[in-house]
């Protein structure tokens, strides 16, 4: 009896989602037409954002596939690796202008880092020393992130805008620069 390398699934192990999202695939391929589209956004925008559900950055914002790059995580902070892939996205890929999009009930919002470290550590039987980038204050976090683009040597200047989006009504609000 063969046993199967540790962490690879066999085709019965998937989970029903992820066959649906198999499925999708091959109904997408059917209709696809964007192979002449380049990795170079078309708008030259790149987009940091937030990875809530909620937000669909593309409806929001008006963008259809190729028109931005957008890089998403929790919180819509701008970490080292939100810093390394706007650099590749400005001097390999051309984009000229960076938005930073937050959101209103943010689960990152006054949250417990050390409670959320010890409960892992819990759960897992595995410390680990991580930051999540919790913050107290939406229009702060997306000025500091704002920030922190503004100071880093590689990225080009260029326009940086921040915004929030209300996640009750859609809108989005610019936060000035301050």
């Not at 999202?21 to 209709?31: F, H, K, M």
């Amino acid at each position: 009896m063969t046993s199967k390398p540790e962490g690879r699934l066999s085709p019965g192990d998937r989970s029903p989602e992820f066959r649906r999202v198999l499925a999708e695939n091959e109904r997408y391929t059917e209709a696809f037409d964007r192979s002449a589209l380049t990795a170079s956004p078309l708008r030259g925008l790149a987009i940091v954002a937030c990875m809530d559900a909620r937000l669909d950055v593309e409806e929001a914002l008006g963008l259809r596939t190729g028109d931005a790059h957008i890089i998403r995580n929790a919180g819509g902070i701008v970490t080292e690796d939100v810093i390394r892939s706007l650099i590749i996205s400005q001097h390999l890929l051309g984009t000229d202008e960076i938005v930073v999009i937050a959101h209103t009930g943010c689960g990152l919002i006054d949250a417990d880092e050390a409670a959320l470290r010890e409960r892992l550590t819990r759960e897992t039987g595995q410390p680990y020393d991580i930051a999540f980038g919790s913050f107290h204050d939406l229009a702060a976090s997306v000025r500091s992130s704002i920030g922190r683009l503004r100071a880093h040597p590689w990225l080009r200047p260029g326009p940086i805008h921040g915004l929030i989006f209300e996640v009750s009504t859609g809108r989005l609000h610019e936060v000035a620069d301050g």
